[in-house]
């Protein structure tokens, strides 16, 4: 009898979703302002605050322990526009991928970016250095438990009539 009180609870909780036991890769990213150092601006310098990062995602990997890498695809290859808000840009069922552990995840956009200024009708391009970001700490995946990681980008101030730019960062970490 006590055996099938067990039982009948748990499909029970399970069906109202109590017990879950799926387990996803996440990615948010969100956009904070930094404050330059120091900016030598003159009289005719036009100087602008950006509010939005706009950058495609092309692809997110995980790199096992053994070296190999899995490309993951993703479903909705578009533009993004990141602003102050976290925002999902990637989701990943890891059913498949349980009890695997990983070295690396990388997140990476196309070089080619612009970024939306406040008080001025055209956004700016720029071009990242580096557009991959890897997080370089182990993480496994376990039955249950999603993988949240935050990617946050980092802009400045900008004069826009010179043009002088001061490139987004991109930072990882894992929640």
Known sequence: M????????????????????????????????????????????????PYALNVTLVGV????????????????????????RAQRIFQLDLADL?????????????SDYTLSLK????????TFTTSAITYDTAFQVETGKDLDFSLKVSWQDIIVNSQIVTEPALAISKD
Do not use: H
């Open 98 to 110: 349980e009890d695997e552990t990983f070295s690396q995840l990388v997140v990476t956009f196309e």
């Open 61 to 84: 990997s995980g790199v096992r322990t053994d070296g190999s890498a899995l490309q993951w695809e993703i479903d909705d290859v578009s533009d993004l526009t990141i602003v102050d």
């Open 2 to 49: 006590r055996k099938l009180l067990l039982i009948a609870t748990a499909t029970f909780l399970s069906s109202c979703g109590v017990i879950d036991t799926s387990q996803y890769l996440n990615v948010d990213m969100y956009g904070v302002y930094v404050a330059p150092v120091t900016q030598e601006v003159t009289e005719t310098d036009v100087v602008a605050t």
């Open 119 to 126: 008080g001025e009708d055209t956004d700016l391009a720029g």
